[in-house]
């Protein structure tokens, strides 16, 4: 395991000893090869038994989801098994006021999403977090049913039947981007095969992707902003040890409800960019499930580490459709698998967050440690 | 409103029945969390596996009709056999999923991924079950047995529902009768036996204090099997007593019923066993009482507002914590 | 005024961070004007509080004072409601009669981080510090104690934010020199030596910027030499113009360093005066039982 590690933090170490530009060019290259992913279809990555555009828009979609929550149980130590609720109360607001009680253009309906998310957030979170934490989860668990139920049983809201017409973002289209089709290792430009620059329509999937990568970009480094700042500390306190905390000066609820409230804000405008993207949503889609799976794929990331939880939601969102042959046997699969995971690798797939500084302390413990075993 | 004026104790009493099963599933997931702070959420499987394990014991020894000792025999057959299978699979779960990590000290979000893992796992092998026999080619005798593995599976005991006595104007039934007595005499067992005997007060020293007794000479490890044990025996019991009452089983029947004994077992104060049996019952009336009130497709928002609004007032459930304490 | 460090492991190689204890540097200037420029007076008074648990009675009509500039011992048997005084003066507990009052105003049923931002801090008998966190963000959770701005300030990384987050820094620099922490600020609090942990916990106090400084045993587990180290370093914290209470069951230490010492027995007073007298004070060796505590 050491030299796995050590590997690791060698290529680490070469990559930070690189000359500032030569980091940037290739963060940018970086980006650039993750937006043109579904163009590119590269063999052995690209999903084969379904559109491999619109599994990557879920990958990136669930990626937001993820972060949002990361917040909530990474960062602020909150259980949260309600997850769905923020996201159902995202989507349907888009729902309401784009297509069933008014049209709205998109670009509008998402910021009131947000903020309807938020203010549920707020008033979900104000009188519960005073409560134990793992009373917490059973709260939340009831919210998400509690908003799915209602949305169920009133049919000014949704009934069964759910809500369809959900606008779509603007269109612009500019110009058309032929695909790469390969046979065996060679690839191939078909022009028959193109996606339009940019034309949010029903057959392709690959603009919403670009669109909900942008949002996850976004808020990465929103989310960067607040860790490193009083924030972020306050709620690794919080999460450390509350009660020290509070007596080292942390108003330890107000900050609990602000990760609640942010969670909630980035859930809903994940919502209502799924609603956009799928045009019709009904209570179904919005089950308890779905928050077993965010809280899986936050804590499988490894909690607390952004990058980690971003790489869980897209490996849990793109292996069971990679291996689509296994279908029945999926969540069999996923259950056995969450449970190897917690058994061999608890500390999750990325190890928690480390500082730049912190980092560089770790490495000397490991040459350290090399020494040692000299 | 005159809904439920008009129909109080029949909704009282049928509540209080349906409520029973929540009570004993409630049982397993407070003396679990008592003891090792821990959110058993596979404990909904554990209650689903004993319904099947009834329905398929009572299929193969041909349960129909049945009165009289016939159908005395019957009940203690599939009792027997759905708190056997329950509590076999209690312990295979401590075994696989939680030992490992307390052997690790894991942090509680893991085990709870691990529980969680646990709960998929054994759903879906039940709502797979079709497939291993027909890689092997399926006998056609099993297919009642393991045929159409994601749909109900009904349950074949068919008492005859006979009104035995009134309360006010409801008639109470004889299914009323057997569920809630079963119940009842489940729960005095199980409150005596932590009450008094030398394993049930380990269980409590467990819960309180976990190093201390092992300090004091407590085998944990046996304790924790225990718990296990009893949790799986009660959540059988309430598979049967379902079954009673609800006629039919499937492979993701745990779920919902899990997650409403859960919050019973919150409601009542959670490590707390009095209060997870007043918190099934008190949910099992305000359900009912909810529906006519609001209509039964309301039932659940009923449920779940009712756990959010006791823990406002009473953060500690309704009987507070007992088990072991809250973190000091 | 740092120790040389041992002569096995100045060869070659990274240097070997565990094995050297870290020296306070009581050079270093942490004063804060505010706070160093208080007018003399009582700063603190507890006045007969009692705190009921049930039948039992932690603390019963409990009178003291703390002034301005001073150093006061609590001390007293294991059980006496040491521990549970620093706690209702902080907050943790409301006391079931009487009240305390900082600055002349009683601290009422604010909340504890309320207190801490009022000027009270403190350290704690069992070490709790934040301990996936390292040294520095430890001590900068402390000074964000003092400071004011938001989550919007954060994310649009406004000046104001800017300039406190640069305040903090300095701060949090200034003390972990201070405490002699300077080469360990990015290791995490869970992997520093225990001496290390206990001074890292009083300078995350020191941060909150406090009027009052309260310590919990902070000598607890230290060898002699620390010890004395540690009565150097709290005189210094007075000197620097911090008020300081400090509960310590090591007699010498105690005597070493206060000013005035207060006795507490099963939830009582039973003495309260300068050291000298505490010592020759019949009650409270009886309170004692004459364990011989300063040979420690």
């Known amino acids: 395991m050491n030299a796995v590690k050590s590997f690791f933090h ?10 500032r530009w030569a980091k940037v060019l290739l963060a940018v290259a970086a980006v650039v090869f993750v937006y043109l992913l579904p163009i590119i279809n590269p063999p052995l990555i690209t999903t084969t038994d379904s559109d491999f555009g619109a599994v990557l828009f879920l990958c990136a979609l669930y990626s937001l989801v993820a972060l949002g929550l990361n917040i909530v149980i990474g960062y602020a130590g909150l259980l949260d098994l309600g997850y769905i609720g923020f996201f159902a109360v995202g989507a349907f607001t888009v729902g309401v006021l784009g297509s069933s009680h008014a049209k709205l253009p998109l670009l509008l309906c998402i910021p009131i999403a947000m903020a309807a998310t938020l203010i549920s957030g707020v008033l979900l979170g104000a009188p519960t977090l005073r409560v134990r934490g793992d009373y917490l989860a059973i709260v939340t668990l009831g919210f998400g049913e509690i908003i799915r139920l209602i949305l169920l049983n009133t049919d000014w809201l949704s009934g069964a039947r759910g809500i369809s017409d959900i606008p779509s973002p603007p269109s612009w289209a500019i110009f058309e981007i032929p695909h790469i089709t390969w046979q065996g290792f060679t690839a191939f430009v078909d022009l028959e095969n193109t996606t339009t620059f940019l034309e949010f329509g029903v057959t392709d999937s690959i603009p919403y992707y670009w669109l909900a990568l942008t949002f996850v970009i976004i808020v990465l480094f929103l989310d960067w902003l607040m860790q490193n700042s009083r924030v972020g500390r306050a709620w690794e306190a919080t999460r450390e040890d509350e009660d020290a905390a509070e007596l080292m000066g942390v108003p330890t609820f107000r900050f609990k409800l602000l990760a ?3 969670g909630a804000a980035i859930g809903g405008l994940s919502g209502a960019l799924f609603a956009s993207k799928q045009a019709f949503i009904n209570p179904d889609n919005f089950t308890i499930i779905y928050s077993v799976l965010f809280v899986a794929m936050v804590v499988v990331g490894g909690q607390g580490n952004r990058w980690g939880v971003i790489v869980a939601a897209t490996l849990l969102t793109w292996a069971p459709e990679k291996f689509r042959f296994l279908s029945d046997g999926r969540f069999l699969l996923f259950g056995v698998a969450l449970m190897a995971l917690a058994i ?5 797939l990325l190890p928690p967050r480390r500082t730049v500084r912190a980092r560089a302390a770790e490495e000397s413990e490991i040459v350290e440690e090399g020494a040692v075993n000299v | 409103m005159d809904l439920l004026i008009n129909h109080f104790w029949e909704l009282t009493i049928t509540g209080l029945s349906i409520g029973a099963v929540y009570s004993l599933v409630a049982l397993g997931y407070t003396l679990v969390y008592g003891v090792l702070r821990l959110i058993n959420f596979a404990h909904s499987e554990v209650f689903m596996w004993g319904s099947f394990a009834a329905v398929w014991v009572l299929m193969a020894v041909g349960a129909g009709k049945a009165t009289g000792i016939g159908l005395v025999g019957f009940l203690l057959v599939g009792f027997l056999a759905a708190m056997t299978v329950s509590a076999l699979v209690a312990l295979l779960l401590e075994l696989v999923a939680y030992r490992p990590l307390r052997k690790r000290n894991a942090p509680p979000l893991i085990s709870l991924i691990s529980a969680i893992g646990a709960s998929f796992a054994l759903s879906e092998l039940m709502g797979l079950r079709d497939k291993p026999f027909k890689w092997f080619g399926l006998d056609d005798n099993l297919a009642p047995y393991v045929g159409r593995p994601r749909e109900n599976l009904p349950f074949p005991l068919l008492v005859e529902t006979k009104r035995l006595f009134p309360v006010f104007n409801y008639q109470v039934t004889n299914i009323d009768v057997i569920v809630l007595g079963s119940a009842i005499v489940m729960m005095v067992i199980l409150d005596q036996f932590v009450k008094r005997s030398r394993l049930g007060r380990g269980i409590r020293a467990v819960a309180q204090d976990s190093e201390a007794a092992a300090l004091m000479g407590v085998n944990r490890d046996r304790v924790i099997r225990l718990t296990f044990l009893i949790g799986g025996l009660m959540a059988g019991a309430a598979a049967m007593m379902y079954l009673l009452k609800i006629g039919v089983t499937r492979y993701n029947a745990g779920f919902i019923l899990g997650v409403k004994a859960f919050t019973a077992a919150v409601l009542g104060g959670i490590g707390n066993l009095r209060g997870a049996l007043l918190g099934g019952f008190v949910l099992g009336v305000a359900e009912n009482y909810g529906s006519a009130l609001f209509g039964t497709q309301w039932k659940d928002v009923v449920a779940f507002l009712l756990l959010i609004v ?8 309704l009987l507070g914590e007992s088990l072991g304490k809250a973190r000091a | 005024m740092s120790e040389s460090t041992p002569a096995a492991e100045r060869s070659e190689g990274p240097p070997r961070l565990e094995a050297v204890e870290s020296v306070p540097d009581t050079s270093v200037d942490i004063r804060v ?5 208080l007018p003399p007076g009582k700063m ?3 006045d007969d509080v009692t705190l009921r648990f049930g039948g039992v009675k932690a603390l019963d009509g409990v009178s003291f004072h703390i002034n301005t500039g001073e150093i006061l011992g609590l001390i007293g048997p294991n059980g006496a409601g040491k521990t549970t005084c620093f706690n209702v003066m902080t907050g943790v507990y409301q006391p079931t009669s009487g009240a305390v009052r900082f600055m002349d105003e009683p601290l009422g049923k604010r909340n504890k981080f309320e207190i801490t931002k009022l000027g009270i801090a403190r350290t704690f008998q069992n070490i709790r510090l934040f301990h996936n966190m390292t040294a520095l963000e430890n001590v900068l959770v402390g000074a964000d104690a003092h400071h004011s701005t938001g989550i919007f300030s954060a994310l649009l990384r406004l000046p104001k934010h800017r300039a406190e987050e640069a305040e903090g820094m300095a701060r949090a620099q200034e003390l972990l020199k201070f405490m002699g922490l300077e080469r360990r600020a990015d290791e995490l609090a ?16 020191l941060a909150t910027n406090p009027k009052l400084l309260c310590l919990d045993e902070p000598a607890a587990g230290f060898n002699p030499a620390e010890k004395a180290r540690l009565m150097e370093l709290i005189q210094t914290i007075r000197d620097q113009g911090y008020t300081v209470l400090l509960i310590e069951h090591d007699m010498k230490l105690v005597m070493g360093v206060t000013d005035r010492i207060v006795v507490l027995e099963f939830g009582k007073k039973i003495a309260e005066g300068l050291p000298a007298d505490i010592r020759d004070n019949p009650a409270v060796v009886a309170a004692y039982l004459g364990v011989d505590e300063s040979a420690s």
């Open chain 3, 33 to 37: 004007e505010e706070i160093a420029e």
């Open chain 1, 260 to 262: 609640f409230a942010t």
């Open chain 1, 344 to 348: 061999f690798r608890p500390q999750g």
């Open chain 1, 10 to 19: 060698a290529m680490g170490t070469r990559f930070r000893e690189l000359p």
């Open chain 2, 310 to 317: 006791i823990l406002l007032f009473r953060p500690t459930g």
């Open chain 3, 190 to 205: 869970r992997n520093l030596p225990y001496g290390d942990q206990r001074r890292l916990e009083i300078a995350r106090a």
């Open chain 3, 44 to 46: 603190l008074e507890v």
